[in-house]
Nanobody
Framework: QVQLVESGGGLVQSGGSLRLSCTTS????????VVWSRQVPGKEREGVSC????????YYADSVKGRFTTSMDAAKNTVNLQMTGLKPEDTAIYSC?????????????????????????WGQGTQVTVAS
């Protein structure tokens, strides 16, 4: 049963910005880690960012580091993903899910966000399209 809802996607020109939001009315997000991922049809899901709300730490995939920022708005029970300097290769469906921890590792020479095996269900996602 999906409980997280994403919003904020859209069409933007290369170099533009978008802010995505992930929220739920079922439980307080600040008690969990929250992972943002993205997926292009036919390709593997890619972990983009993770915020560990209990530890106050954030992690980013190398592909977005320095351009994307994730944050917790406790008053709105929302985790945001601020995306700047968008590139056509950022085009994907972006989804969020809760996790017990944030895990960052190196795979094929690049830093990646790796959800744990206890990752919750992904939301339905929001489409981000970056035009060149």
């Amino acid at each position: 049963q999906v409980q997280l809802v994403e919003s904020g996607g859209g069409l933007v020109q290369s170099g533009g910005s978008l802010r995505l939001s992930c929220t739920t009315s079922k439980f307080p997000l600040d008690e969990y880690a929250v992972v943002w991922s993205r997926q292009v049809p036919g390709k593997e899901r890619e972990g983009v960012s993770c915020i560990n709300n209990r530890a106050g730490t954030t992690y980013y995939a190398d592909s977005v580091k320095g351009r994307f920022t994730t944050s917790m708005d406790a008053a709105k029970n929302t985790v945001n993903l601020q995306m700047t300097g968008l590139k056509p290769e950022d085009t994907a469906i972006y989804s969020c899910a809760t996790d017990i921890i944030c895990a960052w590792t190196v795979s094929a020479g690049r830093g990646v966000v790796r959800p744990s095996n206890q990752i919750g269900p992904w939301g339905q996602g929001t489409q981000v399209t970056v035009a060149s």
